[in-house]
């Protein structure tokens, strides 16, 4: 019996046949999500804050580098480390205001 460890790393070649197309789906989606958001009626012409840690993601994303995931992870991370005394009841954002750039 093999285990993965026993199996050779997947080649670039396969990486690609094996995750084009999901990758492909994601990106669609996301420039739909932007597109629905350009159209959008706004009641406030300042940028949320969550959109503009999007489009710093997608910044890294495109870049030539090692551990964007990582990159992109600690971007949207809390950077504080001392607890709050009250919660504002908002902390699933999915990015911290202060982390955008």
């Known amino acids: 019996m093999t285990t993965p460890a026993d199996k ?12 084009f197309i999901d990758a ?8 739909a999500f932007l597109d629905r958001l350009d159209r959008a009626a706004s009641v ?13 993601a997608l910044a890294i994303a495109l870049e030539n580098s ?11 991370s809390d950077p504080t480390t001392e607890p709050v005394e009250r919660s504002d009841g908002k902390a699933a954002r999915g990015a911290h205001p202060t982390r955008t750039t």
Do not use: C, H, Y
């Not at 406030?44 to 710093?56: H, K, M, Q, V, Y």
């Open 8 to 19: 050779p790393p997947l080649d670039r070649k396969m990486l690609i046949d094996l995750g």
């Open 24 to 31: 492909r789906a994601k990106v669609l989606d996301i420039a």
């Open 44 to 56: 406030n012409t300042s940028t949320d804050f969550r959109i503009d840690a999007i489009r710093a």
């Open 66 to 76: 090692p551990a964007r995931a990582e990159r992109i992870l600690q971007l949207w």
